[in-house]
């Protein structure tokens, strides 16, 4: 009895390495095979800056570059998963701004981040694209000003796109809001802001076949 039941478990063993190996070799072929999938890079300019909450007291916008790479994971003809790893630079790189780092007039926060955004892109042309977007921070500088520490090292937010693909390259442009602060700033007693990221990013990109 006990050498039948070995016999089954060996075969159930063997029936479910198959399964697992055939499930692999599919989504191998998803991942490298349909459609337009294939890995990419993509770079710009943006227009970068802080809000008071949440598209709350934006300040003036200052200018700050991204570049990453993208792997598009096409579904069908008119909806592809697209994650990217990318850096950006963010926060307010204006002096002589008024915005929600300062009352006086004269602030230059700097913060660069790695971004991850996990996008959904639909369509081709024109497409759009909407996702969560999730930053770890690498630098921060601040000048003129005196503000306490970040609170941590990550940013969330949501990220929505439109673009359009020529081929193998692409122009999108981007708009990303932060929904957690990255810190807060006392400005007089009692009243603190609470700041998050914005940008509006214009990129051009090339995907490989």
Same mark, same amino acid.
């Given at each position: ?31 490298? *095979? ?19 909450? /949440? ?12 570049? $990453? $790479? =993208?792997? %598009?994971?096409?579904?069908?003809? %008119? ?17 002589? %701004?008024? $915005? ?22 639909? /369509?081709?042309?024109? /497409? ?25 090292? =990550? ?12 081929? %193998? ?35 051009? *990109?090339?995907? =490989?076949?």
């Amino acid at each position: 009895m006990s050498f039948l039941i070995t016999i089954l478990n060996v075969q159930i063993c063997e029936i479910m390495k198959k399964i697992i190996l055939t499930l692999c070799s599919s989504l191998l072929m998803v991942a490298l *095979g349909w459609g337009q999938s294939g890995f990419g890079v993509f770079g710009g300019l943006g227009a970068v800056t802080t809000s008071n909450g /949440f598209l709350e007291t934006v300040s003036a916008p200052g200018v700050g570059i991204h570049l $990453g $790479g =993208f792997y %598009n994971l096409e579904i069908n003809d %008119n909806f592809s998963f697209r994650p990217k790893l990318m850096y950006s630079q963010q926060g307010d790189r204006t002096e002589n %701004n008024s $915005g929600p780092l300062t009352t006086s007039g004269e602030s230059a926060y700097k913060i660069d981040y790695i971004s991850i955004p996990l996008e959904a892109k639909f /369509f081709s042309k024109p /497409f759009i694209t909407v996702g969560p977007q999730i930053g770890f921070l690498i630098n921060s500088s601040v000048e003129n000003i005196v503000l306490q520490e970040l609170e941590d090292g =990550f940013d969330i937010g949501v990220r929505l796109g439109i673009g359009y693909d020529i081929n %193998n390259i692409f122009i999108e442009l981007s708009a990303y809001q932060g929904i957690q602060p990255t810190l807060e700033v006392l400005i007089v007693d009692d009243f603190t802001n609470k700041i998050t990221n914005t940008t509006l990013q214009l990129s051009v *990109g090339y995907q =490989f076949n």
